[in-house]
């Protein structure tokens, strides 16, 4: 068990639904991280929050909202999504944003978007 | 800009096999590169991190190396065995200023490791 977990692991939303996504780390890291994994493409960084403040947004659309709210939990907000947006959500923890420590991942959220 | 490339996409072998898998990046001016495992449909695993100023590191039947200035790491594995059968992913940490960290993912090599 890597000490990071995802909950659902699968969701099926419509293009009209709001769902949101959930990760909580017990490994006492200061940094959380989203990712998004496409079929045949690299895992692509989304948000990093270092202790409960967003350092960088990689560019993402609006219809996802990160929040994370303290430094164990990172949720990710889905609004209005497209059928593009289907991919596995990675959720990860490492103890500090400097890339000094490994980054931990959670088993991922299977998105499909109808 | 950064990018990382693995070397073969897909691998089949023998148990038993010794095996290395490739990954090379352009760019080598990093802090780190790690090496994950990924089971299908699932999360990854971090399976060892190699800092630049090192070349190598060890872990069970596993041995990662870096060469930074040509840009090259290798996973050998050693005695492969059906239970290795997944996706691994190499990842670089660039030096950036500003200090925030954000690794680079190669595409993976998926290994199937028949009985």
Known sequence: ETGVTQTPRHLVMGMTNKKSLKCEQHLGHNAMYWYKQSAKKPLELMFVYSLEE??????????????????????????TLQ??????????????????????????TRLTVT | KQEVTQIPAALSVPEGENLVLNCSFTDSAIYNLQWFRQDPGKGLTSLLLIQSSQREQT???????????SGRS?????????????TYLCAVRPLT???????????????TVNP
């Open chain 2, 59 to 69: 872990s069970g039947r596993l041995n990662a190396s870096l060469d930074k200035s």
């Open chain 1, 54 to 79: 967003r350092v960088e947004n990689n560019s993402v659309p609006s219809r996802f909202s990160p929040e994370c709210p303290n430094s164990s939990h990172l949720f990710l907000h889905l609004h």
């Open chain 2, 74 to 86: 290798t996973l050998y594995i050693a005695a492969s065995q059906p239970g290795d059968s997944a």
């Open chain 2, 97 to 111: 200023q500003g200090g925030s960290e954000k690794l680079v993912f190669g595409k993976g090599t998926k290994l």
């Open chain 1, 83 to 108: 059928p593009e947006d289907s991919a596995l959500y990675l959720c990860a923890s490492s103890q500090d944003q400097y890339g000094l420590y490994e980054q931990y991942f959670g088993p991922g």
